[in-house]
């Protein structure tokens, strides 16, 4: 008995077969679950400089080493795979259900390959896999696919599906599970390029059944005892991530017009406080006592009335400061029509916030726009471009490259307004007032990512805060983050249902779910985790990628930070200082290639001759 496993679905779709596999124990022993096997997985079977979204690409769908336990926060899922708008290794983190379906079926993760002749989906029923046709799926949005799914499988199915965007391989495209979403990265067009348009695990099989069953129980009951009680639980329960907001503007952390200053006049009508009048109900993911969705009724606009998962913090940043809207239900809506197409809301929101710069620049016109009026805060054109960019037609063909490629396809200086690092839109965190955080976005193997190496302390100050507009000495504080984060997403624990999460605790959770006593060692976790994110940049170092691609826009180095409260007048005086520190912590080169001395800790040596 144990949480773990053992095995693994591969999926070709070019072939229709599929197969079981065992992981072995040095994989199970070096990586251990979750972001570790996937990035293991990928490394070692992915040819480099393939294009991502040939048949050539792999999609992998991993559950954590806890997944489908009664450990709360402990089931959430990834999707793992060469992305296409960034060209690195990627990895997209999504809640609900699915990851404990997949759990219950008995896999670690499921492996697709290969690209099937037309539309389809796969259907997993245990050992019983079969890849089905999606003709009559194809074209749907996500909540129809997931409906028509539904109805033949049941209500219990567990679907993941891509919407039109996917389909149209527009490169922020996401995979949607229930409401939530696999956003980052493309992932979505990653699937649309292989024809599936959806993945459906019954999830009939019995649930895991720890190692050690009274110790995991016991502790699963305490830990829910504090949460009960916790006032963070319970704020994030209430409000889900909304009310981080005002609290973020205050700091001139929450990013304004495409990050050009940090204050939102009007930004108490898109507070915690506020959009919790529009709240009937929680959502929490499998197992999760911390429920921190929030369903909404939305009050105005096109969706008028329907009930829908709201949007979290960094949609409403995308959809509100990003565009200088503080219209709730323009975000309700927006939110909404990304999820339903598939759509990263991150990435659409600072897609269009870039064009509504050009525009106030000039660099784009009317003209360029199909007459829309892209002026700040004209709510009346969102919802309009978003459908656009979904399709792919008029302006959309060119927004849906994202910031990157599309500022390269304009030309005439675009780049400078591109808010993005290797190819991924920034998130809502200003790192010119949050500088860890910022340096955290230019160094993450995924690109522009909050989540890869969340700096806390600088965000909400835990566990102790630092001075979040200092920009020396933080270089280690990012590679100790992003190797806590790893060991984290072994786990896929949530970073919201983290209270009262202490490496104890993930040390006692996995000794008892596994039987494994080696986890007991806190040395044993931190090299796994440093040797997840030294396999994840040595992916992106035989890419090409290297120092030149660790900076961050020009914007943040050069422009002194506007309208920002603490962090007016604030940019980086001495990032190449902090770059080197953040090298020099995690054992990299001036290139930002690992040293061979750190390879050969984590043993990682047999791949020296790939970099
Ligand atoms: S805290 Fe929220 S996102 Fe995290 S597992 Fe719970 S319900 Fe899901």
């Not at 390269?408 to 920034?426: C, P, S, V, W």
Request: hydrophobic share 35%.
């Amino acid at each position: 008995m144990s949480t773990f496993t053992g095995r693994f679905l591969k999926v070709n779709l070019s072939s229709g077969n599929s197969s079981i596999g065992e992981v072995t124990t040095a994989d199970k022993n070096s990586f251990i679950g979750g972001r570790g096997l996937g990035i293991n997985y990928l490394y070692n079977n992915l040819k480099p400089g393939i294009d991502a979204l040939s048949p050539s690409n792999k999609l992998i769908f991993a559950a954590g080493v806890l997944g489908g336990s009664v450990a709360p926060g402990f089931s959430r899922w990834m999707v793992i795979t060469k992305s296409p708008s960034t060209g690195t290794y990627m990895r997209s983190v999504c809640g609900g259900n699915f990851g404990a379906a997949l759990k219950n079926e008995k896999y670690e993760y499921l492996v697709v390959e290969g690209k099937s002749s037309s539309a389809s989906y796969i259907l997993i029923d245990g050992k019983d896999v079969k890849v089905m046709d999606a003709s009559d799926l194809w074209g749907l949005d996500t909540e129809k696919t997931q409906q028509r799914l539904q109805k033949i499988y049941g209500s219990k199915a567990r679907i993941a599906c891509i919407g039109p965007a996917g389909e149209n391989l527009v490169l922020f495209s996401a995979i949607v599970h229930e409401q939530r979403t696999a956003a980052r990265g493309g992932v979505g067009a990653v699937m649309g390029s292989k024809n599936l348009k959806a993945v459906v695990v019954l999830g009939k099989g019995s649930s895991l059944i720890p190692a050690d069953k009274t110790s995991f129980f016991d502790i699963v009951k305490a830990h829910n005892h504090i949460l009960k009680g916790h006032d963070r639980r319970k704020k994030l329960t209430r409000f889900g991530t909304t009310f981080m907001t005002t609290g973020m503007e205050k700091k001139g952390i929450f990013p304004v017009k495409n990050f050009q200053e940090g204050s939102l006049p009007g930004v108490e009508r898109i507070s915690g406080e506020a959009l919790e009048l529009f709240k009937t109900g929680d959502y929490g993911c499998y197992a999760c006592t911390t429920r921190c969705g929030n369903i909404v009724k939305i009050g105005e606009g096109d969706f008028k009335g329907r009930v829908w998962e709201g949007p979290e913090y960094e949609t409403i940043y995308a959809f509100g400061g990003e565009i200088y809207n503080t219209d709730p239900n323009l975000i309700f809506n927006a939110n909404l029509l990304c999820d339903l197409l598939g759509l990263d809301t991150i990435s659409t929101g600072a897609t269009i916030g870039f064009a509504m710069e050009l525009y106030e620049k000039g660099i784009l016109t009317q003209n360029d726009v199909d007459g829309i009026d892209l002026s700040w805060g004209n709510g009346d054109s969102i919802l309009t471009i978003i459908r656009k960019i979904a399709k792919k037609e008029g302006i959309g063909e060119l927004l849906a490259q994202g910031t990157q490629k599309a500022a390269e396809a304009i030309g005439n200086d675009a780049f400078q307004y591109a808010m993005h690092t290797k190819g991924l839109e920034l998130p809502g965190y200003e790192p010119r007032a949050a500088k860890a955080h910022g340096l955290g976005y230019a160094v993450s193997n995924i690109g522009g990512s909050h989540m890869y190496g969340y700096c806390r302390q600088e965000i909400s100050g835990r566990p102790e805060p630092i001075d979040p507009l200092s920009d020396e000495g933080k270089g280690g504080v990012i590679a100790l983050s992003q190797i806590n984060k790893a060991i984290e997403e072994v786990l896929i624990l949530c970073n919201f249902a983290d209270t009262n999460v202490t490496d104890q605790l993930i040390t006692d959770l996995l000794v008892a779910g596994t039987g494994n006593d080696d986890f007991r060692d806190p040395d044993y976790l931190n090299i796994v985790g440093e040797r997840i994110v030294c396999l994840e940049r040595c992916f992106n170092n035989r890419e090409g990628f290297d120092r030149k691609n660790d900076y961050l826009p020009d914007r943040f180095l050069k422009e002194p930070l506007k309208n920002a409260g603490p962090a007016t007048g604030e940019y980086y005086k001495k990032y190449d200082t902090l770059l080197d520190e953040y090298y020099a912590a995690a054992g990299y080169d001036k290139n930002g290639r690992p040293e061979k001395a750190v390879l050969k800790k984590l043993s990682l040596e047999k791949i020296t001759s790939d970099l």
